[in-house]
């Protein structure tokens, strides 16, 4: 794709501006729990259910997206999904009753999914050359880090505005809608029509199979699957894990929440992108960074008794997981992905890689539940796996592409 610096700029800031949006509406219970519960009129049980039902449909929906971004326009696909959203989120701000708020989260779903998340993943790669898509992913997960942050500040004074939450919350939704749509219609004006690659003409009706009997499809799935699980049971835990463990107080626990959640997200996804583009290999940096991350997560059990080295260690995992985070896509040129089949690709890819969103919350609440002190060892203990098996397919992957491209094995 030919594009001047400061247009290709613009694009990768405006899309990101738009994914990083149009996942605060179906995941407001993070920041706006209590006034969700308070609004709709839902028990915590209800809540959860709902937050179920987006999770595992959107698994499903990742790998129907790689179909359609093989076979639609990226621009049509993200405006369809930032239409989509607002028109569901409208909807939401009616109160409507709870089978019809079920009907509501499996829109979420598809429209954040089936619709997006390939055609970004494709729209991002076209971007930029092979030796910049580390710092192009670091920059994405960075913007979007960045946009969530702000957004949720902004709603939070604009709840302040109103006497009862059920105002707040409605006019949050509704200044939402408004947002997406306007998204919607830039999508469709300012992205490119079509992503040219050099080979266009083999991604046609058999590009899923091609894609399928790709062996680094299915490692690249299997290692974002497992820095995705190690990056979960940081980002879901570390908080409560900070105040029942720990045992300090929920001002001093919820303040290393937004340092873990959104500055370090914001500074560390773009750090993460510009090193790992220095290296030969991303994949080489990639292990250095979870070796890192796996063994601080196993020396976690041992820290119950030092807070602010607990504290320290946490926080050093959690900004870890964003360099990684940031940048896990980034390797599907190492993969050897042809760039020609990214739609079908990703789908794959992201059906296998975010699995762990149906069964980690669950489980982890089953070892929580007996034992907090245990279930919290226990989730260490299953961190520290997630990154030893991530470091071993990211060898599995620098080995093969050094094979089959022995020209680049030399060097650095």
């Known amino acids: 794709m030919n594009l001047t610096k400061s247009k290709r700029n613009l694009l990768v800031t405006l899309l990101s501006f738009m994914v990083g949006m149009i996942y605060f509406i179906p995941f407001i219970r993070i920041s706006f729990y209590d006034q969700t519960i308070a609004a709709l009129n839902l028990t915590n049980t209800q809540l959860g259910f709902l937050g ?108 302040s505005l109103f006497s009862d939450e059920m105002g707040g919350y409605r006019m949050i939704l509704i200044i939402a809608a408004v947002i997406y749509f306007v998204f919607a219609v830039l999508a469709l004006i300012v992205f490119p029509s079509s992503v040219q690659t050099e080979k266009k003409e083999t991604a046609k009706k058999g590009s899923i199979l091609a894609a399928l009997k790709l062996p680094g499809v299915w490692l690249v799935g299997l290692f974002i699957f497992f820095c995705y699980a190690l990056n979960c049971g940081g980002a879901y835990y570390f908080g409560t894990y900070t105040t029942q463990v720990l045992h300090t107080s929920t001002a001093v626990s919820s303040g290393l929440q937004i ?15 510009i090193i790992a583009d220095r290296f030969k290999y991303r994949s080489r940096f990639l292990i250095c960074v979870l070796a890192a991350a796996t063994a601080a997560s196993a020396f976690m059990p041992f820290l119950g008794n030092f807070l602010w080295i607990a504290i320290v260690v946490s926080v050093l995992i959690s900004g870890i997981n964003y360099m990684i985070k940031s940048i896990y896509y980034s390797i599907m040129e190492e993969a050897v992905i ?23 919350t669950s489980m982890v609440g089953v070892w929580l539940d007996k034992d907090i002190t245990g279930g919290f060892n226990k989730l260490f203990a299953f961190m520290a796996a997630c990154g030893l098996a991530a470091i071993i397919i990211a060898v599995i992957i620098n080995k093969r592409y050094i094979k089959a491209n022995p020209e680049t094995g030399q060097g650095k």
């Open 338 to 360: 042809p760039r020609e089949l990214t739609g079908a690709a990703s789908g794959i890819i992201a059906f296998i890689a975010y699995i762990p969103d149906a069964f980690i």
């Open 259 to 273: 340092l873990r959640t959104y500055i370090l997200a914001i500074g560390l996804g773009v750090i993460g992108g």
């Open 52 to 159: 179920s039902i987006y999770g595992t449909l959107a698994i499903f929906c990742y790998a129907v997206g790689g179909i359609l971004a093989q076979k639609f326009s990226p621009r049509i696909l993200i405006g369809i999904s930032l239409a989509g959203t607002g028109a569901t989120t409208l909807w939401q701000a009616t109160f409507p009753s709870y089978t019809s708020l079920i009907i509501i989260f499996a829109l979420y779903a598809v429209f954040t999914t089936a619709t997006l998340w390939s055609p970004y993943i494709t729209l991002m790669r076209s971007f930029g050359s092979d030796a910049e898509q580390g710092r192009l992913f670091g920059i994405s997960e960075s913007l979007r880090s960045l946009v969530s942050a702000a957004v949720g500040f902004l709603f939070i004074w604009i709840f």
